[in-house]
């Protein structure tokens, strides 16, 4: 979700990358087939699960900023409370963790979704206690059938950071798209012309520009990258080039060459190119901005992006020009809700799948 930040490591990268499975297994990367394989025995869940811990392992599949999994899930009776885990927060690109709450709110989606799914509907709030847990309580109710479209999509939504095929959204599928989104307390702008999406895209280079230009949000970023399939899966979380079409690389490699090949230049060409390709940009605006309405957001933005995939469409963020504060005046502007604070940016199309991100074991996030 939801600020992934992929790797730009093709052209020279890829010269070094080139090698064997063998030459891989030899350098301690281990193999991308054994990768896609752990990650889909964790992705694997009974299509009707009723335990609650299958339901929670659909709370984990939700997108969130950098892959650093900010949750903590605990059973409570009729329900799950979803608490934010403040060590995996990112405070350089996040330092008020508006992204905590936001991937909260999509992981909070994803449960109530597939608890309506095993015929208990029930309802999200955050708990009024303030300590900025989300409560989902299960009742007695099921989904409706857009719903169980949705909750079908789960396992299937990533975000795709790729190149998409420039094709365009036909207006019957983004009536779709608004309506999955539609959560009390959030405002969604759909960006299909080329004129503002090249606006927008001009925010997302400036602020791209800006942080590249921060060593302590390289720094950050650093943290979180994840080169080889072997450390992807060791951790279970970060950024795995891999997952952004990017060749896997060994451990030692990767750092050094990622100085070289991330920069300025290449990101502008790359950002430029791949909304280029995309079918149109949405842009989810809450009502306030405060936890409560994060979540909201998160809600929504998932709702999106499982809707798009039911639809058999691709997502990625762009979230720059919300991330750097000196730009987000300009996107409300640009969207038509001038003084509001501008809280995601997805663009959307059609593409082919990527690998998926690794998750994190039950037992390293249930309490």
Known sequence: MVTRRDLLLGGGAATVAVGSAAWANKNGMGSMADYKAAVAELRRIPPTAPETRDL?????????????????????????????????????????????????????ENLSLAAAAAGRAGDIELDPAGDGTVLVRFGTGTSSGGDQALFDAIPRRQSTRAD?????????????????????????????????????????????TAQIGDPA???????WLRFSPNAALRTGDGLFSAASGNPALPEWLGPWLFERVFTVKAET??????????????????????????????????????????????????????????????????????GRRPDLVMRFGRGAALPFSARRPLMAVMV
């Not at 009390?184 to 925010?203: K, N, S």
């Not at 949000?217 to 943290?223: C, D, G, P, Q, S």
């Open 217 to 223: 949000f390289i720094a950050e970023l650093k943290h």
């Open 56 to 108: 929670i392992r659909y709370a984990t599949l939700a997108p969130n900023g950098h892959n650093t999994q900010p949750w903590l899930f605990r059973p409570i009776e009729n329900g799950v409370a979803i608490l934010p885990d403040f060590s995996r927060r990112t405070p350089v690109v996040d330092p008020d963790d508006h992204h905590v709450f936001v991937s909260l709110g999509c992981a909070a």
């Open 269 to 338: 060409e790359r950002y430029s190119r791949q909304i280029a390709s995309s079918a149109g940009i949405a842009v989810f605006v809450g009502a306030e901005a405060d936890p409560a309405h994060w979540v909201q957001v998160g809600r929504a933005c998932q709702r999106f992006a499982l809707q798009a995939t039911a639809l058999g469409l691709k997502c990625a963020f762009l979230n720059q020009p919300v991330e750097v504060p000196g730009l987000r005046a300009d996107l409300a502007a640009l969207v038509g809700m001038p």
């Open 164 to 208: 998409y095929d420039g094709s365009t959204v036909g207006a019957s599928d983004l009536k779709l798209l608004a309506a999955a989104a539609a959560v009390p307390g959030v405002d969604l702008a759909l960006i299909t012309e080329r004129q503002q999406m090249d606006r927008l895209r001009d925010l997302v280079i400036a602020g791209n």
